[in-house]
């Protein structure tokens, strides 16, 4: 500040200097609230402002960052001459008292530390100077596990962004709340557990000051450590499930990683009511269907035949979004930190997704002795519609005249729904095969074909035909190595005829 005469350095009142944005009526200012140093030199007097005065200064937008809009207004009392004699109040207006000389902020921010809460996601960031959190760019962060790494790393990972930000008043700190996207990214990595095992990185854009100086860049070769660390203590909670009949699976989705490896399938229970269930069952252990890495907010579990096969028979149960709920028991879902799952109430499906998708025939036996025939289907299917008619057994894959027996529709099934169907051949059909002599007289030469309509699910899909040409081979074959015995005989003297009956099917031309 000049003078026109020489001014004292002392019982400067730094309250009565307002910086302002215009000679009169500003919009932007700010009183000066001190401490403040002085030094006199004849009629020049400076004044060492005080970081809280700066920083406030720059938080105040449009003030001090041009010549044009940077002006002082004086009070009364703020000094004196030598003689004793207070200054005179500067009065606004035209021109005012606009700064002569501004050197602009060039000093770039510097990140001083940081610590990261996994607990709530956020991420607090203090900064030597304030900055304009507005503008960060959350995908200039990145985290990583060790103070030096090279890029690209499994100890390294750079935020997508999309977290909601919010500083203190004098945008020194920003606190960052993380995307659920990158929260549940760093709770999936090998790192971030630990404040040593936290470290931080920056490019040069990710933020600036409010003279538009970039922030100094952090290098992931000479990262920053966490100044404080808080680990994830809080429970991990199922957000949704889907049951797929059509997979045959259980889909699962957490609001964080939890580990594959420590599901406890048995500790899973579906039921068809949140309050009075009348059907509710636990699952029979299943197979957790692995991932490149032990850790997923999403766990899909390959259900059991047996399980497949009580939901499906039963009609009343795990159908759609009304009927199907689950409840899974403590300590049987961890997150990767090793909090235990925490599910108070059954938590009602996403969607129910109903088996529509054609059955197919996986193999078959037969016992030539027993006359019986095993089938074992892809999905469960419903007996009541089963058409022997659709079956024929045959000696190679493609048939071959005079070794085909198209089976009739004499047959019985001795099971009930499922995936497996009995089917005892008709007297007339055990006489076919074995009077073709080279069909089904060895595994080999036991082929089957099937047409669509042999069988359909419990949702009225066909099964998936196998084709002449296509036929399929048996997996086992029982032969008829047991000699026929001699049960009884008749002798019809009046008509001359002799009967005999064997305990099993015998070749009248061998007689």
Same mark, same amino acid.
């Given at each position: 500040?000049? &003078? ?76 004196? *001459? ?80 999309? /977290? ?67 680990? *994830? ?7 949704? &499930? ?20 420590s599901v406890i399938i048995p500790g899973i229970s579906l039921q068809n ?103 074992? &289907? ?8 089963? *058409? ?13 005249? /005079? ?107 061998? &007689?």
């Amino acid at each position: 500040l000049v &003078f026109n005469e020489p001014v004292k350095n002392t019982s400067i009142a730094a309250s009565a200097i307002l910086l302002q944005d215009l000679f009169s009526y500003p919009v932007s200012k700010w009183t000066l609230t001190g401490p403040v140093s002085a030094t006199t030199n004849f009629t020049l007097l400076t004044i060492q402002l005080p970081m809280s005065d700066i920083f406030a200064i720059l938080n105040t937008p449009g003030l001090c960052t041009l010549r044009s809009n940077c002006y002082v207004h004086l009070n009364a009392n703020f000094t004196s *001459d030598l003689a004793g004699n207070p200054n005179s109040a500067t009065v606004d207006g035209l021109p005012g008292y606009p700064v002569t000389n501004l050197i602009t902020d060039v000093i770039p921010p510097v990140l001083q530390q940081f610590s990261l809460d996994m607990n709530t996601g956020v991420l607090s960031l203090t900064f030597s100077k304030p900055i304009m959190y507005a503008n960060l760019i959350q995908s200039g962060i990145s985290i990583q596990g060790k103070a030096s790494v090279t890029v690209p790393s499994s100890y390294y990972y750079t935020l997508v962004g999309g /977290g909601s930000v919010n500083a203190s008043s004098d945008r020194l700190t920003v606190n960052l709340s993380l995307s659920t996207i990158d929260l549940n990214q760093l709770k999936m990595s090998t790192f971030a557990f630990s404040r040593n095992t936290t470290y931080i990185s920056l490019t040069a854009g990710t933020v600036t000051d409010a003279s538009a100086n970039q922030i100094v860049a952090i290098s992931a070769m000479n990262a920053k450590q966490a100044a404080g660390f808080v680990s *994830d203590t809080t429970a991990p909670q199922l957000s949704n &499930f889907t049951l797929d009949l059509n997979s045959q699976s259980l889909v699962m989705t957490f609001n964080e990683p939890v580990l594959l490896s420590s599901v406890i399938i048995p500790g899973i229970s579906l039921q068809n009511s949140s309050t009075t269930p009348f059907t509710a069952f636990y699952l029979t252990p299943g197979a957790v269907v692995p991932s490149s890495i032990n850790v997923s907010t999403v766990v899909t579990i390959s259900l059991s035949t047996a399980d497949v096969s009580s939901i499906e028979l039963n009609p009343d149960f795990a159908k759609n979004l009304y009927n199907t709920y689950i409840t899974i028991s403590n300590s049987s879902v961890f997150d990767a930190v090793n909090n235990s799952i925490v599910l108070t109430t059954p938590l009602k499906v996403g969607a129910v997704i109903l088996d529509m998708t054609r059955p197919q025939l996986l193999s078959f036996s037969i016992n030539i002795q027993a006359g019986i025939i095993n089938l074992t &289907f892809s999905s469960v299917v419903n007996t009541a519609t089963f *058409d022997a008619t659709a079956f024929t057994i045959q000696s190679t894959k493609k048939s071959i005249p /005079g070794q085909v027996v198209r089976l009739s529709n004499s047959h019985t099934t001795q099971s009930g729904n499922g995936f497996s169907v009995v089917m005892r051949l008709s007297l007339a059909d055990q006489i076919a095969i074995r009077d073709t002599a080279i069909t089904a007289s060895s595994l080999n030469t036991t082929y089957l074909t099937m047409q669509a309509y042999a069988i359909e699910n419990l949702y009225n899909v066909d099964v998936l035909a196998i084709v002449d040409g296509k036929a399929i081979l048996a997996s086992s074959y029982v032969p008829d190595n047991v000699p026929p015995t001699l049960q009884y005989f008749d002798l019809d003297m009046n008509a001359n005829i002799l009967t005999f009956k064997f305990s099993d099917l015998v070749s009248s031309s061998s &007689f």
